[in-house]
């Protein structure tokens, strides 16, 4: 009752704002001559530049414009009512964007009331993440039975929970919250139309808990290699090593952590001057207590080709996760050797050098980086590579797997 009373009241303080701004709902329905539409629903506008899943998102739906299809964009929770720029960001795309504003009577156009507009005339509805397939189904449903109802798992949430739990001694919380999330990601594959899994891996890793693989299409993150070199530096020219990864990702607390804990003292023994860049946005205070002139935590950086170009080598020490990890997909889009755990490896297929590039103790993480800092033949080889095992995630290839999603 108090948080009904709450939303009512934020609402209406919203709804006197929108008027005085005289912030008004235009929404362009869906164009009968295309053929198919699709509305998108997260639980924010997708961060582009500052989350793995965010970036694959925004890809997404640059495939779909670019193949016709018209884009609806819904956030869950975050409905931007004083920072618009991810927006502006979509709609200059050709995005219809749902945001806080009012009809001509002066109603509050609500997210639900923008559905009721929008879905029965989709072809689509495209629902990324476990708990907003769960929300939204029941609507979706509702209101056009006909539409594809699209689950986007973004990486299978048990999976990922369940191995935090084991890595901190079977934590009966993390256990307890992983089954939870087991039965919501079952509920949601048996209430959709398809499931989106992130890599064969994460459909292979489903398979025990939801048996029909005919729902399944695989699309994964998109990486296409950088075949332009400029700024790119040399082995000789190059220095140090990078982190990448958002803090709102728990994993990468934990990553960054142990590198510094554990991997890093290591390498120090015999690379005294090796330092480390950490990039990543909301860094938590438990991560910025562990910045000195080694280590430096530098948080949310606008853009990453510079130090993709610069550093010497990227290292991703992640513990545990599930999915294909965005990182080391977008170091080797610069071709940028780097070195990981069998979690941040999940997924991708590293050929011959995949012995250099995986390592598990510490010891042997910090090893397989000095190896990879120090010899620029071994660096060669791993950044040779880098091209052939992006080849299943390029635009070209997983196009036609989104496309088929929505017509």
């Known amino acids: 009752m108090f948080q009904s009373l709450k939303i009512y009241f934020k609402n209406q303080q919203l709804k006197g704002k929108l008027k005085q701004s005289k912030t008004a709902f235009s929404v362009v329905l869906p164009d009968v001559q295309k053929e198919a539409s699709v509305l998108i629903v997260d639980d924010k506008l997708p961060e582009y530049d500052k989350d793995s899943g965010s970036r694959r998102l925004n890809l997404i739906i640059d495939i779909l414009l670019e193949q016709g299809i018209q884009v609806y964009l819904m956030a869950d929770k975050k409905e931007y009512k004083y920072d618009t720029s991810y927006c502006a960001y979509y709609q200059n795309k050709g995005v219809q964007v749902y945001f806080p504003s009012i009809e001509a009577e002066g109603n509050l156009v609500t997210r639900e009331g923008f559905m009721e507009r929008i879905v029965p005339q989709v072809s689509a509805v495209w629902l990324h993440r476990p708990l907003v397939f769960a929300k939204y189904i029941a609507l979706v ?115 960054v952590q142990y590198l510094r804990k554990h991997i890093m003292p290591l390498v120090w023994e015999r690379l005294p001057e090796v330092k480390v860049t950490v990039i990543g946005s909301n860094p938590k205070p438990e991560v910025l207590a562990l910045h000195d002139k080694r280590f430096e935590i530098l948080g949310y950086v606008n853009d990453l080709s510079e130090a993709f170009c610069t550093h010497r080598l990227f290292i991703a020490p992640l513990r545990y996760g599930a999915g294909i990890k965005g990182k080391i997909g977008q170091s080797l889009e610069f071709g940028l050797p780097l070195v990981t755990t069998p979690i941040g490896a999940e997924g991708f297929d590293f050929g011959k050098v995949a012995d250099a590039m995986i390592a598990d103790s510490p010891s042997e993480f910090a090893e397989k980086i000095i190896a990879a800092y120090t010899d620029v033949t071994l660096w060669e080889a791993i950044r040779e590579q880098s091209e052939p095992t992006l080849q299943p995630f390029s635009r070209k290839v997983l196009t036609d797997n989104i496309v088929k999603t929505v017509r």
């Open 141 to 255: 449903r509702s209101l056009n039975p006909n539409a594809k109802a699209l689950y986007d798992m973004v990486d299978f949430h048990y999976l990922r929970m369940k191995r935090e739990a084991e890595l901190k001694s079977n934590d009966s919380k993390l256990l307890a919250e992983a089954e939870r999330f087991l039965k919501i990601e079952q509920a949601n594959c048996e209430a959709a139309d398809t499931i989106l899994v992130i890599s064969s891996l994460d459909k292979q890793n489903l398979m025990p808990y939801y048996a029909q693989t005919q729902k399944m299409t695989v699309v994964g993150n998109i990486h296409d290699f950088i075949t332009d070199t400029t700024g790119q530096l040399s082995f000789t020219d190059r220095r140090d090593l990078l982190f990448v990864g958002s803090f709102e990702h728990v994993p990468n607390i934990d990553a």
